[in-house]
């Protein structure tokens, strides 16, 4: 691969990027969203971070190991949850929960 065709490429994927994210700073003023879309994008930041932390809590080393209460991820989910309950936040059971465990990893290390 030439010099020149490498930089085209960086330049060219520079463009892409600038064009796709920055399409929504164009408009002068805040396009209108129906209620539902609204509604639901609301909720997504709460349903990424859901996908991203249920399957690790689930699947453990293997199957043995994740079905046992002393599995630091279990009890921090267990944690979050209940303060989830408690408060009805949506941020504050995320850093509970990972306080949680992080203490509970170093319990069980120690």
Known sequence: MKDWHLW?????L?????????????????PRLPGWLSSG???A???ALMAVVVPEVVR???MA??????DPRWLAAAVSVAW????RGVTEPVVVGSSA?????????A
Do not use: D, K
């Open 8 to 12: 085209l490429a960086i330049l060219a």
């Open 14 to 30: 520079a463009g892409v990027t600038v064009l796709t994210r920055g399409v929504f700073l164009l408009p002068r003023r805040e």
């Open 41 to 43: 994008l609301r909720h």
């Open 45 to 47: 930041p709460l349903a």
């Open 60 to 62: 453990g080393q293997n």
């Open 65 to 70: 190991a994740s079905a046992s209460l002393h």
């Open 84 to 87: 989830f309950c408690w408060r």
């Open 101 to 109: 465990l992080v203490l509970f990893q170093y319990l069980a290390r």
